[in-house]
């Protein structure tokens, strides 16, 4: 049977033995997922990547068994066993247990409860776990320090995991740089990340001598971790089919979830805390190697998302390629070092200026200050965000209280010495000359991003916003042409001596924060490199 015809049958809840009242699926890059009432389903897909080789039954069923031995090490009573499919009738069914004449072998765990996972926990509006770095240290430590088996590796060998797993990862990059991935960042991350082994050799070859090159998780992310209340953490999902992917220097494993944390919005006092239980214990943490390998594991995750951009349903492929410009974004920040500056997005609404003004505050590791969420803070309980044109919180006199209010906390964020992006239109010339006078004021630089987009797509963008939300901004194509008619030249109200660039987003990818971020670093207020002190996180 062909294998979509099994996926297709296991969606029905007659396939299985247990009480299953609908059957919810998931598909990843590797995995066929069935949600099927109290357990999960876990199906490999038969691909075949240069890190993974799911190609025949027989190496499909050989993770099976992998990963249900390799996750008990992380968690209790969740991966129950193996299960078999096989035929019955013109469909198939699911038999607990392993069989030698099964069609496939799935992994079967107890299905957990996704408000449990801590994605979920770290997400807006929900509530946080309590004492969370202690309690993954709690889980983590004693794995990374005691269970985990040290890997038998020469890491300042080129062929060593150690080395070649981040290397290989490069490499298979390198095909999507300039679309979807910004070119100039990923050629400045990539001669980063490969320079950095064969300039601290002996740290690498210590971290072997030392035990800390040991056999761990391999994935170790928040959707990977569920913290009920009251119950032990559980951690699941590890790298079953690649044992190459698990040896790593447990640095490595730790900085995958450390990233993955600061992405999703933990407290930085949580990465502080959970580094030091880590250094506490007796494992040393140098920072320059956790960033090294944060860096690694934010561009295996731009991977991930890149090879599903051949999947058939185009808003599937948008959400792809944006969330891999994002996580390059996130690796960026690890190795870019940044001056204080003001750096003012400006554009019609629709172009696409807070999506790039996210990810060009990442890189920065600046501060991202948008009119969009000023507005809405002064305006709550006060006055209706969803109005039209000069109504509500766009009536005449709003625009400077919201102004007032981005370029007080903008001076804020400057006088502690930290860069900030200004997101907004930046339509009128007094704006600009407001934020050229807070640049002289502070005694930094200028730049301006000119964000320009072909008006059919904006219109687009205004009405897919309309239709779906998941952004702040209320902006309609009304909204638009009226901008378009009060428009003046970019350059008008600031000094001749800023730095300007101008970005077209009408493709359908990431916009390129590459640009604005080369002309920072030609005007020698950006450079590349790991530091080897300093905060993880600010």
Same mark, same amino acid.
């Given at each position: 049977?062909?294998?979509?015809?099994?996926?297709?049958?296991?969606?029905?809840?007659?396939?299985?033995?247990?009480?299953?009242?609908?059957?919810?699926?998931?598909?990843?890059?590797?995995?066929?997922?069935?949600?099927?009432?109290?357990?999960?389903?876990? +199906?490999?897909?038969?691909?075949?990547? !240069?890190?993974?080789?799911?190609?025949?039954?027989? +190496?499909?069923?050989?993770?099976?068994?992998?990963?249900?031995?390799?996750?008990?090490?992380?968690?209790?009573?969740?991966?129950?066993?193996?299960?078999?499919?096989? !035929? &019955?009738?013109?469909?198939?069914?699911?038999?607990?247990?392993?069989?030698?004449?099964?069609?496939?072998?799935?992994?079967?765990?107890?299905?957990?409860?996704?408000?449990?996972?801590?994605?979920?926990?770290?997400?807006?509006?929900?509530?946080?776990?309590?004492?969370?770095?202690?309690?993954?240290?709690?889980?983590?430590?004693?794995?990374?320090?005691?269970? %985990?088996?040290?890997?038998?590796?020469?890491?300042?060998?080129?062929? @060593? !995991?150690?080395?070649?797993?981040?290397?290989?990862?490069? &490499?298979?990059?390198?095909?999507?740089?300039?679309?979807?991935? @910004?070119?100039?960042?990923?050629?400045?991350? #990539?001669?980063?990340?490969?320079?950095?082994? $064969?300039?601290?050799?002996?740290?690498?070859?210590?971290?072997?001598?030392?035990?800390?090159?040991?056999?761990?998780?391999?994935? +170790?992310?928040?959707?990977?971790?569920?913290?009920?209340?009251?119950?032990?953490?559980?951690?699941?999902?590890?790298?079953?089919?690649?044992?190459?992917?698990?040896?790593?220097?447990?640095?490595?494993?730790?900085?995958?979830?450390?990233?993955?944390?600061?992405?999703?919005?933990? !407290?930085?006092?949580?990465?502080?805390?959970?580094?030091?239980?880590?250094?506490?214990?007796?494992?040393?943490?140098?920072?320059?190697?956790?960033?090294?390998?944060?860096?690694?594991?934010?561009?295996?995750? =731009?991977?991930?998302?890149?090879?599903?951009?051949?999947?058939?349903?185009?808003?599937?492929?948008?959400? @792809? @390629?944006?969330?891999?410009?994002?996580?390059?974004?996130?690796?960026?920040?690890?190795?870019?070092? =940044?001056?204080?500056?003001?750096?003012?997005?400006?554009?019609?609404?629709?172009?696409?200026?807070? $999506?790039? =003004?996210? #990810?060009? %505050?990442?890189?920065?590791?600046? &501060?991202?200050?948008?009119? &969009?969420?000023?507005?809405?803070? +002064?305006?709550?309980?006060?006055?209706?965000?969803?109005?039209?044109?000069?109504?509500?919180?766009?009536?005449?006199?709003?625009?400077?209280?919201?102004?007032?209010?981005?370029?007080?906390?903008?001076?804020?964020?400057?006088?502690?010495?930290?860069?900030?992006?200004?997101?907004? $239109?930046?339509?009128?010339?007094?704006?600009?000359?407001?934020?050229?006078?807070?640049?002289?004021?502070?005694?930094?630089?200028?730049?301006?991003?000119?964000?320009?987009?072909?008006?059919?797509?904006?219109?687009?963008?205004?009405?897919?916003?309309?239709?779906?939300?998941?952004?702040?901004?209320?902006?309609? =194509?009304?909204?638009?042409?009226?901008?378009? %008619?009060?428009?003046?030249?970019?350059?008008?109200?600031?000094?001749?001596?800023?730095?300007?660039?101008?970005?077209?987003?009408?493709?359908?990818?990431?916009?390129?924060?590459?640009?604005?971020?080369?002309?920072?670093?030609?005007?020698?207020?950006? $450079?590349?490199?790991?530091?080897?002190?300093? #905060?993880?996180?600010?």
């Amino acid at each position: 049977m062909e294998f979509d015809r099994i996926v297709e049958a296991l969606r029905s809840p007659a396939a299985y033995p247990w009480s299953v009242g609908s059957v919810d699926y998931v598909e990843t890059h590797i995995s066929s997922v069935f949600l099927a009432g109290d357990k999960v389903l876990k +199906l490999k897909r038969p691909v075949r990547f !240069p890190f993974v080789d799911f190609s025949s039954p027989a +190496l499909r069923r050989r993770a099976c068994e992998r990963e249900v031995v390799l996750n008990r090490r992380l968690s209790d009573d969740v991966y129950l066993g193996v299960a078999s499919i096989v !035929p &019955d009738g013109t469909g198939v069914r699911v038999e607990v247990g392993a069989r030698d004449d099964a069609l496939e072998q799935a992994t079967l765990m107890r299905r957990l409860d996704p408000a449990d996972m801590l994605d979920a926990r770290l997400s807006p509006g929900a509530s946080p776990p309590a004492d969370l770095a202690r309690s993954l240290a709690g889980r983590l430590v004693p794995f990374h320090r005691d269970a %985990a088996p040290p890997c038998v590796a020469d890491p300042t060998d080129p062929t @060593s !995991p150690v080395l070649r797993i981040p290397t290989e990862n490069l &490499d298979e990059l390198r095909r999507f740089a300039g679309t979807p991935l @910004s070119g100039y960042l990923m050629g400045r991350i #990539d001669d980063v990340l490969r320079g950095f082994p $064969t300039e601290h050799p002996s740290l690498f070859a210590g971290r072997a001598v030392d035990g800390w090159v040991r056999e761990g998780h391999g994935d +170790l992310r928040c959707e990977h971790i569920c913290m009920p209340d009251g119950s032990p953490l559980q951690v699941i999902d590890c790298v079953e089919f690649n044992a190459d992917l698990r040896c790593a220097d447990v640095a490595s494993d730790l900085a995958f979830l450390l990233m993955d944390l600061h992405h999703r919005g933990a !407290p930085p006092a949580v990465i502080r805390e959970l580094v030091r239980a880590y250094e506490e214990s007796g494992i040393p943490l140098p920072v320059g190697l956790l960033r090294y390998y944060w860096v690694h594991r934010a561009l295996v995750r =731009a991977k991930v998302h890149c090879l599903q951009l051949g999947h058939p349903d185009p808003q599937r492929r948008a959400v @792809s @390629s944006a969330k891999a410009g994002h996580y390059v974004a996130v690796a960026a920040a690890q190795v870019c070092t =940044a001056a204080p500056m003001v750096v003012v997005m400006m554009g019609f609404s629709g172009a696409g200026k807070s $999506t790039m =003004a996210g #990810d060009l %505050a990442m890189a920065l590791s600046a &501060d991202r200050i948008a009119t &969009d969420a000023v507005r809405a803070a +002064l305006a709550e309980g006060s006055a209706p965000m969803a109005a039209g044109w000069g109504e509500g919180a766009y009536a005449s006199g709003w625009d400077d209280r919201v102004y007032g209010r981005l370029f007080g906390l903008a001076r804020e964020r400057l006088a502690a010495g930290r860069p900030v992006v200004l997101d907004g $239109t930046f339509l009128h010339p007094s704006r600009r000359a407001q934020a050229a006078a807070l640049a002289r004021e502070r005694g930094v630089p200028l730049l301006v991003v000119h964000v320009t987009c072909d008006e059919t797509v904006v219109l687009r963008r205004l009405a897919d916003r309309a239709e779906h939300g998941g952004v702040d901004s209320y902006a309609t =194509a009304d909204t638009y042409r009226r901008q378009r %008619a009060m428009a003046s030249s970019p350059e008008t109200g600031l000094p001749p001596d800023l730095l300007l660039v101008e970005v077209d987003t009408s493709a359908e990818a990431p916009a390129d924060i590459g640009a604005p971020i080369a002309r920072l670093e030609a005007a020698g207020l950006v $450079t590349f490199g790991i530091r080897g002190t300093g #905060d993880l996180v600010t």
